[in-house]
T-cell receptor
Framework: AQTVTQSQPEMSVQEAETVTLSCTYD???????LFWYKQPPSRQMILVIR??????QNATENRFSVNFQKAAKSFSLKISDSQLGDAAMYFC?????????FGTGTRLTIIP | GAVVSQHPSWVICKSGTSVKIECRSL??????MFWYRQFPKQSLMLMAT?????????EQGVEKDKFLINHASLTLSTLTVTSAHPEDSSFYIC??????????FGPGTRLTVL
C-alpha cells in the first residue's frame, strides 16, 4: 500500500520569489517513482518533475527542483523565480504496484 | 509529447440514463489506461486500470457494474456510467501509460447528473 501526504493545503509566494511545497510518502515497494503534477484551472494534469527512487541525485527541470530524502520518505518541490503561470494545484504522487497514488494537493497562489 | 484526448469534455444527463466517456491516445498506442475520479477541491482517486483486450481491474469500493470500462483497441478506452445518479456527478480523468512508470493525462470530463 502507498500513501502520500501533503501537509500544506495552500501556499502563496511573491512573484519572482522561491517557494517549497512539502510531500511525504510511504510505500512498501523497493522500486518506485515519485512525481509532482500541476493542475491549473483548466484541470489538465501536467507533469512537472519526476524522480526515480534509486537515483540519489535530485531531479531538476529548469525552475523546478526536488529535495528527495529517501530515508525520511520526503519529496519536496522547490519552485524558483515564481511566475504567475505557476499558480495551480500541485499534487505529489508515487508510482508503485502499477498505480499512481496522489496526495491531497497544495494550492499555490502567486502574488504579483 | 504524447497526447491523450477525452470526449465529451462536459456532459449533462438526466438521472437514470447512461453516459459514455471516451479516452483516446492520439499519437501512440497504450496497452494500459487508467480512469480517475476527482471531486471538487479534492485529489484524484484511481477507479480502475484498463488493459487492452482484457477485463478492467477495479479499485476497492468502485462498482464495476456501474462503471463499465472497455478497452477494445490500443488507442481507445471507454468509461460508461450506467444508470447515473446525482452522486455520480464528478470530474472524470483518464490517463494512458507511455512508459513503465509514466502516464499522460486527458483533459477530463465533467459529468453533471440532474
Amino acid at each position: 500500500a502507498q500513501t502520500v501526504t501533503q501537509s500544506q493545503p495552500e501556499m502563496s509566494v511573491q512573484e519572482a520569489e522561491t517557494v517549497t511545497l512539502s510531500c511525504t510518502y510511504d510505500t512498501s515497494e523497493s522500486d518506485y517513482y515519485l512525481f509532482w503534477y500541476k493542475q491549473p484551472p483548466s484541470r489538465q494534469m501536467i507533469l512537472v518533475i519526476r524522480q526515480e527512487a534509486y537515483k540519489q541525485q535530485n531531479a531538476t527541470e529548469n525552475r523546478f527542483s526536488v529535495n528527495f530524502q529517501k530515508a525520511a520518505k520526503s519529496f519536496s518541490l522547490k519552485i524558483s523565480d515564481s511566475q504567475l503561470g505557476d499558480a495551480a494545484m500541485y499534487f505529489c504522487a508515487t508510482f508503485g504496484n502499477e498505480k499512481l497514488t496522489f496526495g491531497t494537493g497544495t494550492r499555490l497562489t502567486i502574488i504579483p | 509529447g504524447a497526447v491523450v484526448s477525452q470526449h465529451p469534455s462536459w456532459v449533462i444527463c438526466k438521472s437514470g440514463t447512461s453516459v459514455k466517456i471516451e479516452c483516446r491516445s492520439l499519437d501512440f498506442q497504450a496497452t494500459t489506461m487508467f480512469w480517475y475520479r476527482q471531486f471538487p477541491k479534492q485529489s484524484l482517486m484511481l477507479m480502475a486500470t484498463s488493459n487492452e483486450g482484457s477485463k478492467a481491474t477495479y479499485e476497492q469500493g468502485v462498482e464495476k457494474d456501474k462503471f463499465l470500462i472497455n478497452h477494445a483497441s490500443l488507442t481507445l478506452s471507454t468509461l460508461t456510467v450506467t444508470s447515473a445518479h446525482p452522486e455520480d456527478s464528478s470530474f472524470y480523468i483518464c490517463s494512458a501509460r507511455v512508459l513503465a512508470n509514466e502516464q499522460f493525462f486527458g483533459p477530463g470530463t465533467r459529468l453533471t447528473v440532474l
